[in-house]
């Protein structure tokens, strides 16, 4: 899909610019999840946003994690829209459940 | 993702050729199919979500693995660069497909019309179909309306694993096109494979409009919609025969 080639391509440059960036990928999904496992969002420090995770319900805490895997360099598997006393309080409107796989771009090696 | 294996990523993207990526979800350690040695568990899913073009995720002893199939983009291949074409392209280009446009009159297939995203091939459409080959994430549709060019690109593309063959033409000028490329030698079967008339019946009277039903077509075909031709052609009876609203 041109649309995953657009979001690393997206992603390549902002690096190359200088920026932090991190990226996020749906790996599982359960229900009706807005968006396929695979979906892709890339993030820059500085806020800048390519691509998505869902229709827009999650991306704002994926992009508040990925901050914490661009200061860290540690990647994270979050969960999303599952009912319990998980930290990630933020729920899928229609229901689905999903997970997401955040890592940081290495800009080194 | 480290820089260097993004650039080893593109590097394929760019060269068309289909890989994937293994990530490791417990600390993000990523291999990239084919070109790195693999577990043959790894490769064997690697090589599946490939061949289903659909991301995976499995347990492999007890360790967590995400894997991404990156396939070359899919395929539009228009034969005719007319006006319906002037608006196909760019709705296809969005979807994601790599789009060809194949036309010997070379006053119709110019960069000018269709800028330069879109490659343009001048060659017969029989010999540049041979060329292109289609393949099984190829989708093909002729809208020349002329059997001289649209006939030959047809006779390749139904001997080939195109997804999709669509050909522009009114209920008749279907009926003439089967009974000529019969003629020539080509199944019933080979035949039965042409979406004709070309796109969902939408009622579109305008170039996009009828572009945005061939691209609807395609896309169903593409996802096993059941949305199929024939209930298309069901929403699109003449209006007088709907209910009054």
């Given at each position: 899909m041109s649309d995953q080639e657009d979001i690393l391509s997206t992603a390549a440059d902002w690096l190359a610019a200088g920026e932090t960036v991190a990226l996020a990928t749906v790996v599982e999904t359960w229900g009706s999840s807005p968006r396929p496992a695979g979906s892709q969002l890339a993030v820059t420090a500085s806020g800048r946003l390519a691509g998505s995770v869902s229709g827009g319900c999650i991306e704002g805490a994926v992009a508040e994690a990925?901050?914490?895997?661009?200061?860290?360099?540690?990647?994270?598997?979050?969960?999303?829209?599952?009912?319990?006393?998980?930290?990630?309080?933020?729920?899928?409107?229609?229901?689905?459940?999903?997970?997401?796989?955040?890592?940081?771009?290495?800009?080194?090696? | 993702m480290k820089a260097g294996f993004l650039a080893r990523l593109r590097a394929a993207r760019t060269a068309g050729r289909p890989v994937a990526v293994l990530?490791?979800?417990?600390?993000?350690?990523?291999h990239l199919h084919?070109?790195?040695?693999?577990?043959?568990?790894?490769?064997?899913?690697?090589?599946?979500?490939?061949?289903?073009?659909?991301?995976?995720?499995?347990?492999?002893?007890?360790?967590?693995?995400?894997?991404?199939?990156?396939?070359?983009?899919?395929?539009?291949?228009?034969?005719?660069?007319?006006?319906?074409?002037?608006?196909?392209?760019?709705?296809?280009?969005?979807?994601?497909?790599?789009?060809t446009v194949v036309d010997p009159r070379r006053a119709f297939a110019t960069e000018e019309r269709f800028g330069a995203a879109v490659t343009l091939v001048g060659d017969w459409p029989d010999e540049a179909m041979q060329g292109l080959a289609p393949d099984s994430r190829t989708a093909v549709v002729t809208l020349t309306h002329d059997p001289k060019l649209d006939d030959p690109a047809l006779e390749v593309a139904l001997r080939s694993p195109a997804f999709y063959v669509g050909a522009l033409g009114s209920r008749r000028t279907h009926a003439k096109r089967l009974a000529r490329l019969a003629e020539a030698g080509l199944s019933e079967a080979e035949t039965a494979r042409i979406a004709a008339p070309v796109g969902l019946a939408i009622g579109a009277v305008t170039a996009p409009e009828i572009a945005l039903s061939i691209m609807a077509e395609i896309v169903a075909r593409r996802r096993g919609a059941e949305i199929g031709r024939l209930r298309g052609a069901e929403i699109g009876k003449p209006r007088e025969a709907a209910p009054a609203p």
């Open positions: 990925a901050r914490r895997s661009m200061a860290d360099g540690q990647p994270q598997l979050l969960d999303f829209g599952i009912s319990d006393e998980r930290a990630w309080e933020v729920g899928l409107a229609c229901g689905g459940k999903l997970k997401v796989f955040v890592e940081k771009l290495d800009a080194a090696a | 990530t490791r979800l417990s600390d993000g350690a990523q084919p070109e790195d040695e693999l577990p043959a568990a790894l490769a064997e899913a690697a090589r599946e979500a490939l061949a289903n073009d659909a991301a995976r995720s499995l347990t492999e002893e007890g360790v967590s693995w995400f894997v991404q199939p990156y396939n070359p983009p899919l395929r539009l291949i228009v034969v005719g660069a007319v006006h319906i074409a002037q608006a196909l392209v760019p709705m296809a280009a969005g979807l994601g497909y790599a789009v």
